[in-house]
């Protein structure tokens, strides 16, 4: 009996607390910027495409969303034909993200993507390529690979060690 | 001639004094009843540090409004597999039940819609009957899920009907009558929740079960059975007990009002009415302050409530209230 009123007691001291809600289309909520939001396709320094079309994403994606098209230019530099984000199937969990091994895909601070018309929902290359290199500045995956894309000289890369000459190593 | 046409006139005026008086009880408990949606939906939010509805109309006024079209123009589903009549039937024997019963409740010292000399017993065989309502609701909806949640509420009623009347019999005893009036009129020299406080207590007790509100809302558990009785309700239907649901706070505030807290009596530089309705309002608002605070009892331990404590208690009331009135005479 006391604890029931002491309960009732508790929730009434309530009206002096403050309220908790953000009016949302008013007061905008801070994201982080690690937020995990709408997923964007973004360029390299260069301003050339990072994404090298390997399926990873597509693979690990849990819903199955992603759909893409991989094929090469005139130089063999791979690059997705289509690359397809079905956004009312995306659950935004960033798997795509961490299975990204050129940080082409990101997610980023961005949900404010209602429509009407559920076809809309679907994101095609060109909505989702940004011009900008999103979260990650500086980097270029070719620095970093074996393949020789005209980025970089060979052993020239980050972290890469000189070529060695074999007949140095002669006894 | 002349003669025929004063009586004329004379019971016309008495006619739209009447119809006055009824036009306004009915729209007095209808927009508090509707209001109530709103005004539980803020109070609410307030106790859980929300904001609750404020889009519609200033404040959110506009909310219940808003509501109303909605379920008007909801596509009224009855289930191919209900007892059609029945079904149709249920949910206006709850309004109708209830809105007979303020037709006792005396708004002021002149305005009610009739005074009758066993006001208490007419609202006590009203309540009985609002049973029926969610019974046959549930019945009708051939449902699982509704007729355990009116197998419930006619158990929970029934039970709570008991010792309902029995913690009004000492505001009786006291006042020599059942009519709400001669009740209000006797409270001039005290109100009745100090001599009478158990039976105050047992009676909003059994009032909140009997409206089947929230710490008691056994019949329509949403955690365990969806919505209840009402399940396969929509539309206006669904409405109906909806709004009946708020209709039965309102009643059963505006009887503790008018029992233990002395109705319409009050300071005179307001109105009498005032304090009539701003005694009931007090009393929704610690209705729903026992919805914001308290959980849901399981079903079993609201029955032992009823048999084990409660109906004790209010045998042991009356008891005392006739011993000491019989002493005191």
Known sequence: MISILRSMWLTFLHVFHKTETVEYPEVK???????????????DAEKNERCVACYLCAAVCPVDCISLQATENEEGRRY???????????????????????????LIPDFEMAEYDRQNMVYEKEHLLISGEGKYHGYNFYKNAGVDMGVKGKGEGENEEKPLDVKELLP | MFHVLENFINYNLLFMKYAFIIAGVLF???????????IERR???????????????????????ADTIKLFFKE???PPFSDRPVFVLAPGILMITILLTFAVVPFGPDFYVFDSNIGILFFL???????????LGGWASNNKYSLIGAMRASAQMLTYEVFMGLSLMGVVMMADSFSF???????KGGWFFIPQFVGFIVFFIAGIAETHRLPFDIPEAEGELIAGYHSEYSGMKFGMFFVGEYLGITLISALIATLFFG??????????????????????????????????????????????????LSLLNLLITGAILIFLK
Do not use: H
């Open chain 2, 125 to 135: 065989g009203n309540s009985s009957l609002g049973v029926y309502s969610i019974v």
């Open chain 2, 181 to 187: 009036c001669k009740i209000v009129e006797e409270q």
């Open chain 1, 80 to 106: 997705p034909e289509f690359f397809r984000i079905n956004f009312s199937r995306c659950i935004f969990c960033g798997f795509c993200e961490e299975a990204c091994p050129t940080y082409a895909i990101q």
């Open chain 2, 28 to 38: 007095i408990a209808l927009t508090i009843a509707a209001g109530l949606i709103w």
């Open chain 2, 76 to 78: 009224d589903w009855i």
């Open chain 2, 263 to 312: 109705g319409w009596l009050g300071p005179s530089f307001l109105p009498p009415v005032f304090w009539f309705l701003f005694k009931t309002f007090f009393f929704i608002c610690v209705f729903i302050l026992l919805r914001a605070s308290l959980p849901r009892p399981r079903y079993d331990q609201l029955m032992e409530l009823g048999w084990k404590i409660l109906l004790p």
């Open chain 1, 29 to 43: 909520p801070y994201l982080a910027p690690r937020y995990r939001g709408r997923i964007v396709l973004t360029r």
């Open chain 2, 43 to 65: 109070l609410l939010s307030v106790w859980q540090d929300r904001l609750g509805p404020n889009r519609v109309g200033p404040f959110g006024l506009l909310q219940v409004v």
